[in-house]
């Protein structure tokens, strides 16, 4: 009993900690372009996405892998990753979004990365945009996500 109850636990913690989303057509990407968020430049990783494929590293076929490698490790408590595929029958693109909280930082609480990616001929998946975000502590400037500064 007490064995199925842990599997019941860490399965549901690993649910929490992964919201995947599937929906039909295209990915648009509003948020990497609109005024809100950044744009973080990624063609240098691109690059290094490039060559990891042709030496057929298994994390370029995964394009939350993808944006996991291009944002580095969370330096936050909780860490949401939402994965959106353009279709759900052999997607050619998706958008994931990545967001880091509660930050060990006096000013910021949060930050948050939207990237697009789309899928290429061998099975890799490279950027097309990426865009961040950032929300301020309580009294250290905006509540919500934007690129303004927090103070």
């Known amino acids: 009993m007490k064995r199925k109850l842990a599997a019941i636990i860490l399965f549901l913690a690993a649910a929490a900690g992964l919201s995947v989303s599937a929906c039909a057509g295209e990915v648009k990407t509003p948020a990497t372009t609109s005024a809100g968020y950044e744009s973080v430049d990624f063609a240098g990783f691109n690059e290094t996405v490039s060559e990891a494929a042709g030496r057929q590293e298994a994390w370029t076929m995964d394009?939350?892998?993808?944006?996991?490698r291009f944002t580095g490790p969370s330096e936050g408590m909780t860490?949401?990753?939402e994965r959106i595929y353009g279709s759900a029958e052999?997607?050619?693109s998706a958008e994931v979004v990545i967001t880091n909280e509660k930050l060990l930082d006096d000013s910021v609480m949060g930050e948050?990365?939207?990237i697009a990616l789309g899928r290429n001929e061998d099975g890799s998946w490279t950027i097309k945009s990426?865009?961040?975000?950032?929300r301020?502590?309580?009294?250290?400037?905006?509540q919500d996500?934007?690129?303004?500064?927090c103070t």
């Open 130 to 134: 990426a865009g961040r975000a950032v």
């Open 112 to 114: 948050r990365y939207v």
């Open 136 to 142: 301020c502590r309580e009294g250290r400037g905006h």
């Open 63 to 68: 394009p939350v892998l993808v944006a996991l």
């Open 90 to 92: 052999s997607p050619v």
């Open 145 to 149: 996500y934007s690129k303004g500064p």
């Open 79 to 81: 860490q949401n990753i």
